[in-house]
């Protein structure tokens, strides 16, 4: 999906498209708002203008990847069936021009080309336990990490959120840096660790050549502490070892999809703690951002009306453009899940007018069972009865609908990348407010990793440096 490029934008260009983002975002509200699950009880499809309706009502899903997100298969010409209304374009051509490009600088990841499951830029060792996903994330972010350290001159990595270690072992085993991973779980530390030694059995056993050559190995030193939000983590400056050089050591913070108020707080600490000399940040679960305080940061944003960005429309934020363009494409029965939950909705209301979107998960299978069948196991597990009698005309009538509820789903998901693009718009904002230098970069394929803009930040100006951070390694 086409749209701006987040680098190189002046201070003034970057103020003049967050005014823009939420003059659109106001004018859009209401489909933003919507929550599909209520599409037949508060009657979704009716708000959307009459020349919408006509001109989005019959298209197959494949038709709405095509022409409506602007996705089209591979070798496929956009032929649109009727004349769509000014405002619709409108809608489309606004929401590609005002996002963040997520198009990173390098062509589909050509490491999976062999093999699907096996990055042929990981060997086998960093592979283990490894799906595919975070194959790429790990070795595209370790990368980009490893030449801003250089360029940084920073003694030491900290890897906040690190989880099981993944990140962290392929930057300290493969890369060769000084690497803290802080995570709040201790299952995960435990289990980072395990993962730690097996890998230094495995690569005594064979040489391998893509381990940092010359010295010790040095596995990652692993921590087992929350980072909070609002307050600085003693232990995330800490040195691991006394620093040669005068003037102390030089961290560089990362964090591989660093959920909610984490990435907040690794903003923080980039800010206010001066042994921070850079930040190589990717966000996600923007949901989780705390109120106030996760958002907005920025004095501009937070002054601009219309600004606020309530849970549905950071959740919204996170959901995968082009992983649900590929199902359209597909028009697989997966896609029905929406309309039968949707018309669970209306069975729910009409037995317990009170009970709204309660949560309904753990049906297997739903795209091959018939909507009934559905619907009984959904009040099963909502604690409602399963025999109620159903009006099956009434549900068979919803289930005609669903390549309506499919397109108002589509709407909603083409204007959600408007949302992380505020949001990572506002941190960049916020950093350049305090004197400091921001860029956001795309650095995963977005059909492996939707959340793929990674926030790069130092105190000094890197310039034309930069662009040698994003290129993939030959």
Known sequence: MPGVSARGLSLEERRQLAVNLTRVLALYRSILDA???????????????????EALDGLEPPELATQLLGMPGEGEVVRYRSVWPLTLLALKSTACALTFTRTPSFQTPSEFLENPSQSSRLTAPFRKHVRPKKQHEIRRLGELVKKLSNLTGCTQVVDVGSGQ??????????????????????????????????????????????VAPGGPRHCPHHVARWVEPTALCEELLLPLEKPQQDGGARLLLTGLHACG???????????????????????????????????????????????????????????????????????????RTHCYRAALETVIRHVRPELRRPSVQGIPRVHELQIEEYVQRGLQRVGLDPQLPLNLAALRGHQAQENRVVAFFSLALLLAPLVETLILLDRLLYLQEQGFHAELLPIFSPELSPRNLVLVATKMPLGPALRALETEES
């Open 35 to 53: 929550y599909i699950i209520e599409f037949f009880t508060d009657n979704l499809w009716g708000t959307l203008p009459c020349s919408w309706q």
């Open 261 to 335: 108020d984490l990435s907040v707080s690794l903003l923080r600490h980039f800010c206010c703690c001066p042994e921070v000399a850079a930040l190589a940040s990717v966000g996600c679960c923007y949901m989780k951002l705390s109120e106030p305080g996760g958002y907005p940061l920025s004095q501009w944003v937070a002054g601009l009306p219309g600004c606020e960005l309530p849970y549905r429309l950071r959740e919204g934020a996170c959901h995968a453009l082009e992983d649900y363009a590929e199902r359209l494409q597909r028009a697989g029965p997966s896609l």
């Open 165 to 210: 270690g993944h990140l962290s072992r392929f930057m300290s085993l493969g890369l060769g840096l000084m690497v803290k991973s802080i995570e709040g779980n201790q299952r995960l530390v435990e289990r980072a660790q395990h993962l730690d030694w097996e890998l230094l059995q495995a690569l005594e056993k064979k040489r391998n050549p893509q």
